[in-house]
């Protein structure tokens, strides 16, 4: 099982809550998809331990919008979004003075040396001193120092994601560890021929995830849908897979999330952040294969998502 698994179930009883990305084995990998290639599907869990010495937080219940740390969140303050990989990888970013959203290595220009990012693995978040540029643990050896550094990353512990200052974890929004679960995939039929309809290659269409979302802060249900058509003669291809949004649930005018050019992964929306202050949230979603995975933040505008930077660990 991996540790994605472990803690989703772990945590399945917040109500928004984060899966981490811990790659214990690839085979464990593996077999997880193949279950949703065969048709069946995998809840996963996994967990974050307090570190020795750590002086602890107070939990984090990311639902009710308590993360333990006071402070401005955007559009009051530059913020940066990261994704934890044994380093800490900027997804995206708010700079106040210029007024941009980004994503991408030049965030990581905004963070003053030596600053405190607070991490997450799930019910309970820590401040890390940040430190030197270095590689995310799903590039070692690649020399590419994309990531920023901090104590406590690269063991114990296990953290999925992050925010400078600590007060923007605040902004984080995550989806529910149910949303990759058999119950919530388990789809009506005459959905998914409607999600059918945009996808331009034959076969019989599942679901990975199927997750409820709050896109423009109206309280109406938006869904993501990730599907894919499984290839017949290739474990662990896709004749197509992606990812849809279905904005207040419709599905007459489905959006485009992503869509794998390389046939082995599926998609999921891990969360919601609202980088900029302005209501309008991005999406924080994953691409997942055999051998790992890689993520993006991706900015809605119109009928089109776009992601901020190129999605992370070599994707």
């Keep these: 099982m991996t540790a994605r698994a472990t803690l989703l179930c772990a945590l399945g009883t917040l109500a928004l809550l984060v899966p981490a990305c811990k790659k214990d084995s690839d085979e464990a990998k593996g077999d997880d998809k193949g279950a949703k290639a065969d048709g069946g599907g995998k809840k996963g869990d996994g967990g ?3 570190e020795a010495g750590d002086e602890g937080e107070p939990t984090l219940q990311v639902a009710d919008g308590d993360e333990g740390a006071e402070g401005p969140v955007p559009p009051e303050t530059s913020a940066v979004f990261f994704h934890v990989e044994g380093a800490l990888i900027p997804l995206a970013c708010f700079d106040k003075d210029k007024g941009t959203v980004s994503g991408g290595t030049d965030c990581l220009k905004l963070v003053p040396e030596g600053a405190d990012v607070r991490v997450s693995g799930g019910d309970q978040a ?8 270095a590689e995310p643990r799903c590039m070692v050896g690649s020399g590419k120092k994309v990531a920023l550094g901090a104590d406590g990353l690269s063991g114990g512990a296990e953290f999925a994601f992050g925010a400078w200052p600590p007060s923007a974890l605040k902004m984080v929004k995550v989806v529910s560890g149910d949303s990759t679960s058999p119950a919530e995939t388990d789809i009506d039929e005459d959905i998914l021929a409607k999600i ?3 996808v331009p290659v034959s076969g019989t269409l599942s679901a ?6 709050d896109v423009d802060g109206n309280d109406k249900k938006d869904v993501v849908y990730s599907v894919f058509v499984p290839h017949p003669k290739m474990a662990e291809r896709y004749k197509w897979s992606g990812a849809f ?3 207040d649930g419709s599905l007459d005018d489905l959006i485009l999330l992503g869509k794998s050019r390389s046939k082995k992964d599926v998609f999921e929306v891990m969360g919601l952040l609202d980088i900029d202050g302005t209501g309008n949230s991005e999406l924080w979603m994953r691409q ?8 993006a933040v991706l900015k809605l505008e119109g009928n089109t998502a776009s992601p901020l930077a190129k999605w992370s660990c070599g994707i």
């Design 48 to 50: 974050e331990t307090k």
């Design 126 to 133: 820590f401040n890390k001193k940040s430190g030197e540029r």
């Design 196 to 198: 059918k309809k945009k």
């Design 208 to 213: 990975h995830q199927v997750a409820e979302v």
């Design 245 to 247: 949004l279905a904005r």
């Design 288 to 295: 997942i294969f055999e051998e790992g995975s890689g993520d």
